[in-house]
């Protein structure tokens, strides 16, 4: 058991796959989680199978991509609950495309979805941790912005983008005791690959870049993003942990 103190998170795209994950494994440890994603359904379910299991959860619908959503719901939340101390990024989007077959709105859609909601929920979600002066953020970025990869300049460019904002945010609020931590996973078992992993060629040409030769699943990245955001990681900041099977060493 990690050490958590009763405190509260909020984790975003927490209605299925690796959002869920987080949010489920952080409440088995007391942890009450806000479940925020798109649908509404879908954050309800996550959050309603963490209240059967014996957890303490909200379910909340917020377009990440929409700035004044992301606004509206912090104002709401704030004067809910005590304090959130907790800020997961998760929520994320594909649009793939090689450059220059790539729309605008292709770009702008990832960029707006994957990085710009980062950018919203820390200065809302952030400001009061480090009045608190407690506090975890932890960006789920991807190999894709470490490594790079074709038909990804917009999602590469938003996951390389969400790392210089934690290395950044973790120097602006390391005197508060606020830490900013991001992990890149690579190929994870989800809605988001599941194309590529139930493609034979695919997914056979994907794990010869993959030297433990699997593709991860969701409790992988889940268990170190807890960890991450339990007291005993109050030394770790502005680091970025790759849970893709060896793929960025
Ligand atoms: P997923 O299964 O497709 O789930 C994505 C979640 O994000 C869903 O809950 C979805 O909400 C939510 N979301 C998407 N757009 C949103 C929006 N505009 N507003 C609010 N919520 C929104 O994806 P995943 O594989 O778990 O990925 C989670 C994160 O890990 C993403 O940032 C992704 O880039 C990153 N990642 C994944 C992999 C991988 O291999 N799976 C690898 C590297 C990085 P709804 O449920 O309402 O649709």
Known sequence: MLTFNNRTALIT???RGIGKAIAETLAKQGVTVICVSKSAESCGATAAAIIAAGGKAKALAVDVADGAAIAKASEELLKEFPAIDILVNNAGITRDGLLFRMSESDWSDVIGTNLTSCFHWTKLIGRPMTRARWGRIVNIASVSGIMGNAGQA????????MIGLTKTLAREFAGRSVTVNAVAPGFIKTDMTTEFVNNPEVSAKILE????????????????????????????????????????M
């Not at 699997?214 to 900041?237: H, K, M, Q, W």
């Open 13 to 15: 795209g927490a209605g």
């Open 154 to 161: 917009n999602y590469s460019a938003a996951k390389a983008g």
């Open 209 to 248: 870049a993959v030297p433990l030769k699997r593709f991860g699943e969701a409790a992988d990245v889940a268990n170190i993003t807890a960890y991450l955001c339990s007291e005993e990681a109050g030394y770790i900041t502005g680091q970025v942990f790759s849970i893709d099977g060896g793929m960025a």
